[in-house]
């Protein structure tokens, strides 16, 4: 099994800015694709940020130019640093990653549990 944990959510002014992370962990594995979705109250999971295993890189048009995915293989990390952040930006942000248990040669998906980004002054 591949377990994700995110943190760097919180509170931060219109404007500022703010780097999530996400670390997988678990059985022997390999990551093909991380991304970042993020979900507002009342509207759909989007996809904002993917990144594949040899950095090529996709954006919503929503956050184009002001959010950077970046990814450590050797960690097994995926960052979303997101600057000019804006009120609409406020939703909770989920890691997602999919790749290939070694042991098994299986493919699999996981999702993180959610960390909340809050924009407000």
């Known amino acids: 099994q591949v377990q994700l944990v995110e943190s760097g959510g919180g509170l931060v002014q219109p404007g500022g800015s703010l780097r999530l992370s996400c670390a997988a962990s678990?059985?022997?594995?390999?990551?093909?694709?991380m991304a970042w979705y993020r979900q507002a109250v009342g509207k759909q999971r989007e996809l904002i940020a993917g990144v594949t295993s040899d950095g090529n890189t996709n954006y919503a048009d929503s956050v184009k130019g002001r959010f950077t995915i970046s990814r450590d293989n050797a960690k097994n990390t995926v960052y979303l640093q997101m600057s000019s952040l804006k009120s609409e930006d406020a939703a909770v942000y989920y890691c997602n990653a999919g790749g290939i248990i070694l042991d098994t040669a299986r493919y699999f998906e996981v999702w993180g549990q959610g960390t909340l980004v809050t924009v407000s002054s």
């Open positions: 678990g059985s022997r594995f390999n990551i093909v694709k």
